[in-house]
């Protein structure tokens, strides 16, 4: 499974952006697509994740504000974020789980400025 994550840049605080991650490969039996985010010297957490039928996940931290959204028929997640805050600032990366194992796109950087 290959990832290609696309999206992301810098935006003022209180702005949106959206993400996209298209899936390409062996991509039967994809369950659960999403996006987990990092910054500098933490680990990687989980943003949202999809499953194939449709049920969604959110952190805490993003609920109300993020939505994230899967197009089955492209392969495709997305994630669109709304009100944006400096503290969302970090590298997202898109996920993909298949028979329990994990599959990475390269990371995006989202800047939110204050």
């Known amino acids: 499974v290959q990832l290609q994550a696309s999206g992301g840049g810098l935006v003022q605080a209180g702005g949106s952006l959206g993400l996209s991650c298209a899936a390409s490969?062996?991509?039967?039996?994809?369950?659960?697509m999403g996006w987990y985010r990092q910054t500098p010297g933490k680990e990687r957490d989980l943003v949202a994740a999809?499953?194939?039928?449709?049920?969604?996940n959110y952190a805490d931290s993003v609920k109300g504000r993020f939505t994230i959204s899967r197009d089955n028929a492209k392969n495709t997640v997305y994630l669109q974020m709304n009100s944006l805050k400096p503290e969302d600032t970090a590298v997202y990366y898109c996920?993909?789980?298949?028979?329990?194992?994990?599959?990475w796109g390269q990371g995006t950087q989202v800047t939110v400025s204050s």
């Open positions: 996920n993909a789980e298949k028979y329990y194992l994990d599959y």
């Open positions: 490969g062996s991509i039967i039996s994809i369950n659960t």
């Open positions: 999809i499953t194939s039928g449709g049920s969604t």
